[in-house]
């Protein structure tokens, strides 16, 4: 065989080779880009959250969810009033006390500085 003909051989094999392990880095960058695609399309897939419901619906469920809540904000009502009138009461006697205590300490300075 020629030489020539050999050497442009070994010039092809080696220009083969080079590109092998360039298509074989290509594909390792390209792989480890590409490994976790499936998680990555999970990851990104969208779901729909929100649902268009009927008015309808949204109204039955408002005076379902009201006349759940209305008995028991009535009982909270009636409670906050109870409350209040107790602590009003409460409020009356400790004036009353304080107004007694004062007119009592009025009378003990007096009968106190006659007895000088």
């Not at 976790?36 to 779901?47: E, F, H, N, P, Q």
């Amino acid at each position: 065989m020629n030489s020539n003909y050999l050497y442009s051989l070994q010039g092809c094999v080696s220009s083969l080779r080079m590109s092998v392990d360039l298509l074989g880095s290509s594909i390792s960058a390209l792989d480890s880009g590409v490994s976790d695609l499936a998680r990555i399309k999970t990851v990104l897939k969208t779901d729909r959250v929100f649902e268009v419901v009927p008015e309808s619906d949204v109204n039955a469920l408002k005076d379902n969810l009201a006349g759940e809540i209305e008995p028991m904000l009535i009982d909270l009502l009636k409670q906050a009033d109870a409350a209040i009138s107790k602590l009003e009461r409460r409020e009356r006697s400790l004036v009353a006390k304080a107004q007694l205590q004062e007119v009592r300490l009025q009378q003990s300075s007096r009968s106190g500085s006659r007895d000088v």
